[in-house]
């Protein structure tokens, strides 16, 4: 890494001169909001002249939510980037275009009539609605299962937590009622129609739709003697293993071959694991096994389609067709006069948790592939069917109804991903916005807890400061982080956190805070010390309002 050395005071001096009091859509108080905004306080300006942060660009914008007075405008109409904050926008118009009670219902139809063998006469074609989970993230009491180190992250931070439910339990619950529907044998094909909605390219990784398995991953779950074994199993992929122990002190070293397979409809698509691990390794984040990694579904409805067959298998409903090859969409009939599926050849449907725990999901972990499908989902709402033009629509939204400027924005898709920018205004005036909105107690109650749950739950270097201990709880926030490579090593481009706080003396703030061009760092584990700097501010922030 380069040296790094403390920033000189008159340049932050001259970063203070920054500041605006300009409102925009923040809201509240017309007399108030015209007040100007204040230096940045002692207290957090230490943090922010680090010599870990002597090349970063800083921004910070505090509105008091029931005044609409900006108190804090640090590099006012900068674009910066925010990474995952960006999911406030797309998961914040989901959730009040769907509802927060909105339910995705998965159908089986027959396309044919059943004999009096119990034997489908034509096709059986499940029809994916956008549900995220599909049945696999359900607890026993019903609840939604959401580690705070979920799996869709585990390649890039090193390790998860396995959701505990049957990622395949969804499946085996339609097969259950095509089974009590009558139908013991499928005479023609099983299909997956994914046609909700265009496909579209998530993040140069695959072609992402409606159907969704398992979050769209299998899960790699290795042991402490380098064991391997994988989830969820089914004959459209597996596992192979060549993994070692090595010796205690040496580096970890596993790839996945590939990591991304393009095998899936053959009968031999497999991905293997290779390298050693240490004796002594401990994994990260939970300090136990087992250790995980993910190969990534790259073609969801052929996938699905094959759990679908098995599941119906082991509810007794056996299939001509065979249970591993692509998805025969060929055979799906036309959507030119609306939907193809008459009611009464419903033969089995599977109810999803409702959107707001989806948004949970979504914001809590930083789901990417879960916000991409977001957008798309409120697309749907505004007569849109592809990705762009979803954010076509969003944007038309957040104008007419944010008074969010098209040009204070720069959204690369629902998620976060690349070069996503925004200024300080833009995200202020959406968490305004939301708090005005039906669905804001779902929103924020969406949002990671300082010191409590998701993305900030290991954040709590400040409550060592008897003073700002009574932060925990009170900060609900979204993170985001954008890390590129370079020819030095990783790049940490920004970090940023935005969100509410209820802070000590009572008062209702909306905040934004962004950092970057940090620089280089050695690896991920150089992050987690900004998660905590983002922290301390936001518990300062709690105190001094």
Not at 115 to 124: F, S, T
Not at 291 to 311: G, H, K, M, Q
Not at 408 to 418: K, P
Request: glycine letters at 10%.
């Amino acid at each position: 890494m380069k040296p790094i050395h403390h920033a000189s005071a008159a340049v932050f001096a001259l970063a203070s001169m920054l500041l605006t009091s300009c409102g925009g859509g923040d809201g509240g108080n017309t007399s108030a909001a015209s007040l100007p905004a204040q230096p940045v306080p002692a207290e957090i300006a230490s943090i922010l002249q680090k010599p870990v942060y002597r090349d970063a660009r800083w921004a910070l914008r505090v509105v008091d939510l029931d005044t609409g007075r900006v108190i804090h405008d640090l590099g006012a109409g900068q674009q910066m980037l925010i990474g995952s904050v960006r999911k406030l926008f797309s998961v914040g118009l989901a959730l009040e275009a769907l509802g927060p009670e909105h339910v995705f219902r998965t159908p089986v139809y027959r396309r044919g009539a059943i004999d009096g063998a119990g034997v489908l006469q034509g096709d059986l074609v499940v029809v994916a609605s956008g549900d995220l989970a599909m049945g696999g993230r359900t607890n026993p009491d019903g609840s939604f299962a959401l580690p705070d180190e979920d799996h869709n992250e585990a390649n890039a931070l090193g390790n998860a937590t396995l959701p505990a439910p049957d990622p395949l339990a969804g499946f085996d619950r339609l097969a259950a009622q095509v089974a009590a529907s009558g139908i013991r044998q499928i005479a023609g094909e099983v299909i997956v129609d994914d046609r909700l909605f265009e496909h579209f390219d998530f993040r140069g990784e695959f072609k992402a739709g409606p159907m969704f398995v398992n979050d769209d991953v299998v899960d790699v779950v290795i042991g402490k003697d380098a064991s391997v074994d994988w989830r969820a199993k089914s004959q459209a992929f597996s596992v192979q293993s060549g993994l070692a122990v090595g010796a205690p002190g040496s580096a970890l070293d596993i790839s996945l071959e590939p990591e991304l397979p393009s095998c899936l409809g053959s009968a031999q698509c497999h991905g293997r694991v290779a390298g050693t691990l240490p004796s002594d390794f401990v994994p990260p984040f939970t300090g136990r096994f087992p250790l995980v990694r993910t190969f990534r579904i790259v073609d969801p409805s052929t996938y699905a389609r094959t759990v679908l067959i098995e599941a119906l298998a082991r509810a007794g409903v056996t299939t001509s067709a065979p249970a591993v090859a692509l998805n025969p969409s060929r055979r799906l009939p036309s959507l030119a006069a609306g939907s193809p599926y008459a009611p009464e050849t419903r033969v089995a449907e599977l109810a999803s948790h409702p959107y707001k725990d989806f948004a949970r999901y979504v914001l809590k972990v930083s789901y990417n592939l879960g916000a991409d499908a977001s957008l798309v989902l409120f697309g749907l709402t505004r007569g849109a069917s592809s990705l762009a033009a979803s954010q076509v629509a969003e944007a038309a939204v957040l104008a007419d109804q944010f008074r969010i400027a098209p040009e204070t924005m720069h959204f690369v898709d629902g998620s976060g991903g690349g070069l996503t920018t925004a200024t300080n205004e833009a995200v202020t005036s959406l968490l305004a916005g939301m708090r005005r909105r039906p669905s804001y107690p779902q929103f924020r109650d969406a949002l990671p807890q300082l010191g409590i749950d998701g993305s900030l739950g290991f954040v709590n270097d400040f409550a060592a400061d008897p003073a700002l201990a009574g932060a925990r709880g009170q900060v609900h926030a979204k993170t985001g982080t954008f890390v590129s490579g370079s020819d030095k090593g990783p790049v940490l481009r920004a970090q940023a956190l935005a969100g509410y706080i209820d802070t000590k003396n009572g008062r209702h703030l909306a905040f934004t805070l962004a950092v970057n061009d940090v620089g280089v760092i050695s690896s991920v584990d150089d992050i987690p010390p900004v998660f905590q700097d983002f922290g301390t501010i936001s518990a300062w922030l709690w105190k001094l309002y």
